[in-house]
T-cell receptor, first 110, second 116 residues
């Protein structure tokens, strides 16, 4: 069966440090992978999309890597800020439908 | 960016009543909208795909007679939870794609449903 796995434990990190989140998947052959941010009681917000032929993608303080051999994506938040505290979701498309991992909560403390 | 408006943000209802949730794309036309539900600390689970002018496509295990979806226009889709029961209490979120090869989804703010 298809699985999207993200670390269920919250990531606690000090302001200014880099947060690194992992997304592993099985039984997908994705043409691209997406990352979303979700705040409590809110819908997800799109952050980044990386295609299978792209090794790395950046947007401001965010960086995503995509290794289709390892079936893994890494999501980095550099120079983290308390406002970055949220749950970050990895998502893959299967049969035209976007499916999500359970997300990893990031807590950035001053 | 594209905006999806979802209403209401939260609703409390008695068991056996029906609840309607609206999802509107405010500044783009959405030929396809998706309805998800999410339990605390769990991933979003796709319930159904709503296509304008046609019947919704439901995911396996989702009762189409219980979760009625209507996509009457290119900017509005509604989800009606009929004869709601406490186990239907959840966070319901709609999303839409602007189409044209744009794979990313724009999400509404979600509706927290509590059935007493």
């Amino acid at each position: 069966s298809q699985k999207i796995e993200q670390n269920s434990e919250a990531l606690n990190i000090q302001e200014g440090k880099t947060a690194t989140l992992t997304c592993n998947y099985t039984n997908y052959s994705p043409a691209y992978l997406q990352w979303y941010r979700q705040d409590p009681g809110r819908g997800p917000v799109f952050l980044l999309l990386i295609r299978e032929n792209e090794k790395e993608k950046r947007k401001e303080r965010l960086k995503v890597t995509f290794d289709t051999t390892l079936k893994q994506s890494l999501f980095h938040i550099t120079a983290s800020q308390p406002a970055d505290s949220a749950t970050y979701l990895c998502a893959l498309t299967s049969w035209g439908k976007l499916q999500f991992g359970a997300g990893t909560q990031v807590v950035v403390t001053p | 960016g594209a905006v999806v408006s979802q209403h209401p943000s939260w609703v409390i209802c008695k068991s056996g009543t029906s609840v309607k949730i609206e999802c509107r794309s405010l500044d783009f036309q959405a030929t396809t909208m998706f309805w998800y539900r999410q339990f605390p600390k769990q991933s979003l689970m796709l319930m159904a795909t709503s296509n304008e002018g046609s019947k919704a496509t439901y995911e396996q295990g989702v009762e189409k007679d219980k979760f009625l979806i209507n996509h009457a226009s290119l900017t509005l889709s509604t989800l009606t939870v009929t004869s709601a029961h406490p186990e239907d209490s959840s966070f319901y979120i709609c999303s839409a794609t602007a189409g044209g090869g744009n794979e990313k989804l724009f999400f509404g703010s979600g509706t927290q449903l509590s059935v007493l």
